[in-house]
């Protein structure tokens, strides 16, 4: 994923060393992966994470019309190699 855009949404909810992963710690970590940190859903995004995907936030509502891939939390991390729980 690294180059790609990403956007997340929604209160996180997976755990890392058993915190919480806060949003700041989020984008850290995918600033980490080689990822580009947007706080808005723009034309050019290519990922949304969401702890939920099917969420109707106002972001994941842009993102989908938009064609935006959304993905969900558990998935983003595996994909970055962070072993969340």
Do not use: H, Y
């Amino acid at each position: 994923l690294a180059g790609q855009s990403v956007c997340f949404t929604g209160e996180l909810a997976s755990r890392l060393g058993g915190a919480p992963i806060s949003r700041e710690r989020a984008e850290e970590l995918a600033r980490a992966a080689g990822l580009v940190v947007r706080n808005t859903v723009v034309k050019k995004l290519d990922i949304l994470v969401a702890a939920d995907p099917g969420s109707q936030s106002g972001k994941a509502q842009k993102a989908r019309a938009q064609g935006t891939r959304i993905m969900s939390e558990p998935a983003f991390w595996q994909a970055i190699g962070v072993q969340a729980q």
